[in-house]
């Protein structure tokens, strides 16, 4: 690599050095919640009473078991979060690549303003729509019930967005003609050989749709309404918060919040490479 | 497309037409229909008074009115947008220095994997779990308030959550650790995309770091930019989780004071689940659709020049 170097402004070890402290501080801003949050995970309620430790404490067991024998059924709630997480995740990749493979691969009259109408919605939040869509689902009966919080995931425009700019890189019309010219059927295609293609895009969608369903708290919390054995745990935890928080075992608050997070923050740290690249690639999120 | 193989291409184009039925049934039945639903009873009184329904009977825009005239809604649009703008100013301002630096092929940072990693985490932590633990932590025996204690800064337990601002400086600093990762990533994509030739020509003419960003990198942003704002004030009208959670859906922890962390979707949250006055939550709803709609619009001109299948600017891979 050439060696540039400036004559004005600062120097660049300078500058570098500087872009390291930045950094460093942001990270530290991103990271000490999380620490204190397992710190304070392993320590009793009186412990916790008299302030702040740096050090772990030896109380994770017994915070584990309070936790685990507490009112709120938090397996139950994280079962269900990973129920309707995972099969949104399922239905909405599949769908999804199947719109965008629908819009890029075929010629149809009304593609072109489909494809225009699917762009503009893109950003239209699901909330402006929540009252119709809970009308809706009473309705049909579906109220406390996981169907209105995974099927409607079939329907995900920026997963949509995605995919298709991803198939405009990644999948050359040629291969699905080859497939025509084998006699494959068109549905057989999409799934042998349009799939296959497409999934490094399906993993990054995967994760992203997974994560966004999992930490949904607005739109599961209108639905299931009554049952407490199909709650998420977004909503365990905002019960949590409307209880008399000051009569709680802390211990046991800190260790339900850091079993809600620390999943996450597990398989991010396993993937993150992926995830970071995903969205730079993607542009659209949020 | 060859003429003589037309026959064959359209009976092929049928499955693109198959392969979009179910997004089109999915999205007819669970948001257009919603939607014009959530429009129609904008126009009607309808909410649950005790164990009786009162209506729906038609009264056209009265929701409306009553709406603009309780004021509420002015109060709240405010709460948003402050604690919006709280977060959003810094955000950007990070980002653009992180996405500079991390795109800046001099800098040769170390580690840069691992501080892209770092910084982008809080963006997929559970928002009302993250607002739960912050709750915990700037409460008055929190972990926060020892430590300034123990540290003398403060001589006794300062309630966060009891005041005004630093309620909303909380909630901003937390939507500003949620999404500078996020925004980081999105510009330094923006900047890698802009051609090298560009920074070489300024090198050659003598540029310095501070000039380049200013008159290179900047305007070739601007896009990326305006996108990055106007996306981020569609998620920060939608802002519900961290206020929800922190101030337990009061807008405020303290009751009997002023709301002012309340937000405008906490706001129609609360004619959804607890008042049950639909009419109004229909009144408020298509407001914010008009408002999203405005804004969305933009967004869609500037990200979709002409084409259509191109997106804003040159985003590319690493």
Redesign the interface.
Known sequence: ?RQ?K?????G?HV??FI??V??SL??F???F?FY??FI?ATRSNANL?K??TPLPGGYFAENWKSMVEGTLPIFNGMLNSFIIAACSCVLCTY??T??A???H????KA??F???FI??????????????????VDSIGLMNNFI?LI??S??APVT??YM??YM?SALPLAFVEAA?IDGSS??NT?NSIVIPMMKPAIAVQAIFTF?SS??N??TP??IL?DNEKLQT??IM??R???ADWLKFD?GQ??ML?AF??FP??VV??CL??F???G???G???? | MEKKKKSKVVSYNKWGIIFLLPFAITYLIFQLIPLLSTIFYSFFEYYDDGLDVVGPRFIFLENYASLFSSGDIFVYTKNTLIMWVLGFVPQILVSLLLGAWFSDPRMRLKFSGFFKTVIYLPNLIMASAFSMLFFTLFSNSGPVNSILLQAGVINEAYTFLDHEWSARGLVAFMNFLMWFGNTTILLMAGMMGIDPALFEAAEVDGATSTQVFKKITLPLLRPILVYVMITSLIGGLQMFDVPQILTKGTGNPQMGKELTTMTLIMYLNRHLSVSKNYGVAGALSVILFIITAILSFIVFRISVPKEGGKKHAPVQDE
């Open positions: 690599m540039y400036t004559s004005k402004g600062l660049i500058r570098r872009a390291y930045v950094l942001l990270s801003l991103c990271l919640w204190v949050l304070n009473s302030g702040f769908f999804s199947m719109t493979y629908a819009i691969a075929y010629e149809f593609k072109k489909i494809f225009t762009l503009m919605v893109m950003t239209i939040p699901t909330q402006v729509t929540a009252l119709g869509f809970i009308r809706l209105p099927v409607p079939i329907a949509f967005f298709k700019q405009e025509r068109e549905f999409f994560v999992w930490n708290y607005f919390a209108l309404v745990l977004p935890i905002a949590l918060r409307s802390m608050v800190y919040i809600s997070i996450v923050i991010y740290l993150s490479r995830i970071v690249q969205v730079a690639l542009g659209v999120k949020g």
